[in-house]
Structure formats: C-alpha cells, structure tokens
C-alpha cells in the first residue's frame, strides 16, 4: 500500500515539474516496403506495353498507422536477360484503376546491358520525373489502396525478345503516418 | 485490476525512462509509439534520431546514488530511499543531421530527434521528391528516471548499495528490469587528519524493458565528500562513468537488416555538489550534476 502511494506521489510529482510529455499529435515517417513488379517481356514483340496486377497498398506498410503523405523517393529499373537488346527505351505510367487514365510519371533511355544493374532515377538514365503528379497519384493511390504501374517502350530491334528477358521496377516509397487507435 | 506496490514501482520507472503521459494508456501509447518509430528506421537511420535518449538515460542511471561520505568503520546503517533524476535536454539534442537518400541533393538534412518538434523535409533539387524526417516522440524539457534503492553497512568502512525493479510482463510493455549494484568505501578512515569525509564508489547499474527492445548499461566510479554540519550535511564528488544504450528490433521495412546497436552515452565526467537534511530517521537529499550533461537528483530516505 505505501508503494502505490508512493508510485502515485511520483507519477502526480511530474506533471508538476512541467513533464508533458508525448508530443500531440505525432506523426512518424514511415518506410513503406519498396513495391516491386517484375514484367516478363519474353516473347513480346520489341514495342512492349505492360500493365502490372493491381497491387494493394495496405499490403507494403505496418497496417497500424494512417498515413496522411506519401512520397517516392527513389525509382530503379532493372533488366535480366543477356546478350544486350540494344539501345532501349521506357515510359513508366502509374494509376488507379488497370484501364486508365495513367499518369506519365518518368522516361528512360539506355542500352540494355546498363540496365542489368538496377539504375535509379537519379541516373543519367531518366528524364526529369513529373514529381508533382507523380506525388499526386501515389496519394490517390494509398487513399484507395490500389495501384497499377504501367510500362511501356522499345528493347532495341529485331524479332520477338527470346525467353529469359524480363525488366523489374522497384519503387521505393516514405509515408507520414500516425498510430490508428 | 488491482496493480501490485512492485507493479506501480515498476511503472514509475517506465514513466519517467520513456516520457510517459500519466495514465497506464498512455504508457502504453509511448511503448507503442516509440517501438513503432524505431521500426521505421534502419540501422544507420536511427542512431542520429534515439542518441539523445543513450546519452541523457545514460547519465540519469550514474545519478543519486550517494549523498554523504560519513561511512563508520564497523556500524549498522540501514536506508531505503527513493530517489528522482533528471537530466536538462539541451537544444542541441532536439536536432541531428540525417542522410538523405541516395541520389538525393543535398545528400543530408537537418531534422527532428527523438526530442524533437516536427520532423523536416528534404526536397531533392533535380527531381523535386522529397523525404521525411519523424517528428520528436517526446516533449519534455528533462528525462527523468525514478529508483528505489537501499544503502547498507557499515562493514569495514565499506556501504553497499542496491537498486532494484522488477516487474511482471505488462501488456503492450513488456517485463522491466532494473539493478543497480555498488559499494561506497570510506578513504577518511585512513586519514583521519582531514576535516571533513571522504569515500570512493563503485556502481553498476543495468536496465531492459519490453523483450530486448531497450537495454542500457551504466557504471560510475567516483570520489565523494561530505561534511555534516548538524542536521545538515554538504556533500559533492566527482565522478568518471560510461554508459550504453542497446537498441534491438525488426524494422517493418522487410528490405532492411533487423537492427541490433549500441550507442555510447555522451557523458563521461561529472562533478556534484548537493545537500543532505537529516531529520531523524527521515532525510531529504538534493544534488546538482554537471559534465557534458546536467543532472538534478532528488529524494527521501527512511532508516539509520
């Protein structure tokens, strides 16, 4: 009994020494988990346009927060497949809903090869990204807890792209989130 | 649910180690809270943001241990005391410099601690993304941490101290467990020409809550001195310590390395100066630390 009064004295003693003291409201910067989608290109012709499934969102960050601002922060393709197809290109698309519309978020250029170590979209690689849409519909996104990535371009010239060729894109992603109570 | 004595000594220790609001919600909120912000950090991301915490915790365990240095050589002494400290959080620590992402310019930014307000935003200046720093956990101007502890001898001019807190598993929270062990042994036994006491200490002290998400170390070796002027004693010392703070948990993001660190207190020097009122077997103690960190200690003990 005289513990808990003291316990008590303590726990009534420190508001009084001006101990306030979790910061109201908190928001923590959450890492989500990097999403990302591999698109088997082979067989296709080399003009390719590929749409990932629908990813659920609520799948890729702790289910505990709501979280009010998403950001990308980073963006890398990668390709698997050699020899080289040669000079390539890409357009990334990103939406809400598998027939569109779709947000053009970035382009890239490169040979092949260079993409068979995963390049970021700080490289020389990409155009200059549409921050602002992009910051727009990955919002949209989370909100409705569905997105779809769109990729299209051209993997150099010739026939169908043989088997074993496949590009990935990888975005990684920071969200402002709150506990849900 | 009635909460045992042990129990709410256990919690007044969760409180005030983790800045706790003051109903048992919220101190599961703050466990909640902190647990689920570490876990969005990386290795290398958290250190900047929890390192005030290692270094203010750290010197709030190597406070309040003794407050005299009057030790007989063979006697009975007997005190339970409870005691408070709290180390000043200074603006310095309300702020780190982070890394940005990779590819980002700038490549680091200034933002939010765990002591912190709210978290900046870096925007990179070729593609205009941006990146986050949390906010600040807790709002406090001090960090204070509460102990019971027990001071025994006298045996060959030789105290033992004892601080100790164990809890059961609460929820949410986790088993807490707190020692600290010393002895405090008299050198003005062996020079009985100096006018006033002296006595050197020895103090190890160790902490873990919540299954191994927070551990923290602490030892303090030190001198101390006291002069009793009746029922008034003065008393101060100096003091080397070193202490560590051990953080392990899985980040959610499954891309990174589950994160086991240590960081090292900032504090490895203090000196205090403080006041003993001996009223009886009732005393009231106070003292002020300062080194690289400032510490007040305060408290009561019963015995002789």
Redesign the interface.
């Known amino acids: 009994m005289k513990y808990r009064l003291l316990a008590f004295l303590a726990i009534a003693a420190l508001p009084l020494m001006g101990f306030d003291c979790i910061n109201d409201p908190f928001f923590a910067s959450i890492n989500v988990n990097p999403i990302s989608i591999s698109y088997d290109l082979s067989g296709s012709n080399r003009n390719f346009d590929k749409t990932s499934p629908q990813i659920t969102t609520s799948d890729f960050y702790n289910e505990g927060y709501s979280l009010s601002d998403v950001s990308v922060y980073d963006l890398q393709i990668s390709t698997s497949g050699a020899p080289s197809l040669g000079a390539s290109n890409c357009t990334i698309w990103l939406g809400t809903n598998s027939a569109g519309p779709w947000t053009q978020v970035v382009t890239c250029t490169g040979d092949w090869s260079v993409f068979n170590t995963p390049q970021s979209i700080f490289s020389p690689y990409f155009s200059q990204p549409n921050a602002t849409a992009l910051k727009s519909l990955i919002n949209a996104a989370f909100a409705g807890n569905r997105l779809y990535v769109r990729v299209s371009g051209n993997a150099g010239t010739g026939g169908a792209i043989p088997a074993g060729y496949a590009a990935k894109l990888t975005l990684f992603i920071r969200a402002t989130g709150s506990l849900s109570n | 649910m009635s909460?045992?004595?042990?129990k709410?000594?256990g919690?007044?220790l969760l409180?005030?180690a983790l800045?706790?609001?003051?109903t048992p919600a919220?101190t599961v909120?703050?466990q909640?809270?902190l647990k689920?912000?570490l876990?969005?950090?990386?290795e290398s991301e958290v250190k900047g943001y929890i390192q005030p915490v290692a270094d203010l915790f750290g010197a709030d365990m190597n406070s309040g241990f003794f407050h005299t240095a009057d030790i007989a050589k063979m006697g009975f002494h007997f005190k339970l005391e409870?005691v408070?400290m709290?180390s000043l959080v200074q603006d310095a620590q309300k702020l780190y410099t982070a890394n940005a992402?990779?590819?980002?310019n700038p490549g680091t930014f200034q933002t939010a601690t765990i002591f912190g307000?709210?978290?900046s935003t870096v925007v990179?200046t070729?593609?205009?993304?941006?990146?986050?720093?949390?906010?600040?956990?807790?709002?406090?101007?001090?960090f204070?941490l509460?102990a019971p502890q027990i001071t025994v001898g006298d045996i060959y001019g030789t105290r033992f101290l004892l601080r100790l807190i164990l809890t059961p598993e609460i929820d949410k929270v986790g088993k807490i467990t707190y020692w600290g062990i010393g002895a405090q042994h008299s050198i003005s036994q062996y020079l009985p020409m100096i006018p006033f006491d002296v006595a050197g200490h020895i103090v190890f002290s160790k902490l873990s809550l919540g299954s191994d998400l927070i551990s923290a170390d602490g030892v303090s070796i030190g001198v101390d001195a006291s002069k009793k002027f009746f029922i008034l004693t003065v008393y101060g010392g100096l003091a080397w310590e070193k202490s560590s703070l051990g953080l392990k948990y899985k980040?959610?993001?499954?891309?990174?390395q589950a994160v086991d660190i240590t960081l090292d207190g900032k504090q490895s020097f203090r000196f205090k100066a403080g006041l003993n009122l001996g009223l009886g077997p009732i005393s009231l103690f106070g003292d002020a630390n300062f080194g690289s960190i400032t510490i007040l200690s305060a408290g009561i003990g019963f015995g002789i």
Do not use: K
């Open positions: 909460m045992t004595g042990r709410s000594l919690l007044v409180i005030s800045c706790v609001v003051l919220g909120r703050a909640s809270d689920s912000t876990q969005q950090y990386s409870f408070g709290a992402p990779t590819g980002f307000g709210t978290g990179d070729r593609t205009g993304f941006t990146f986050r720093g949390s906010d600040g956990l807790f709002n406090t101007s001090y204070p509460a980040p959610d993001d499954v891309s990174l």
